[in-house]
């Protein structure tokens, strides 16, 4: 059984970064954080026109929680800095560092 250890996340954003939306990428998860680390430049690029401004970050995934994480709270600052964090049932579990300002389910 493979375990996951990283999550890509990736969002596009208008110019103006007021409308952001999550963006689908072919490969999300990750089993060591140098490996999404190394593949974020690719699947940015794979999502390229999708979006005017396009940002990814990788977040950390607790093994023992993988299955169990049902949320990722997000935001986009207006200089362009995403800031996520996986949740679960609500209480955070792993973030890129900074509390989001604003908690966004997927969108449809």
Same mark, same amino acid.
């Given at each position: 059984?493979?375990?996951?250890?990283?999550? /890509?996340?990736? !969002?596009g954003c208008s110019s103006a970064m007021a409308d952001c939306r999550e963006l689908e990428v072919p490969v999300? !998860?990750?089993?060591?954080?140098?490996?999404?680390? #190394?593949?974020?430049?690719?699947? /940015?690029?794979? !999502? $390229?026109? $999708?979006?005017?401004?396009?940002?990814?970050?990788? /977040?950390?995934?607790?093994? #023992?929680?993988?299955?169990?994480?049902?949320?990722?709270?997000w935001t986009v600052r207006p200089d362009g800095t995403l800031v996520a964090s996986l949740e679960v049932s609500?209480?955070?579990?792993?973030?890129?560092? $900074?509390?989001?300002?604003?908690?966004? /389910?997927?969108? $449809?």
């Open positions: 059984m493979e375990h996951i250890a990283a999550l /890509l996340f990736v !969002v999300s !998860v990750f089993e060591t954080m140098q490996a999404c680390v #190394a593949e974020r430049p690719f699947a /940015l690029g794979d !999502v $390229q026109g $999708q979006a005017p401004r396009i940002i990814g970050k990788c /977040l950390a995934v607790d093994p #023992a929680l993988e299955d169990d994480y049902d949320r990722i709270a609500g209480m955070l579990v792993a973030s890129n560092g $900074q509390r989001p300002e604003k908690d966004y /389910l997927k969108q $449809q």
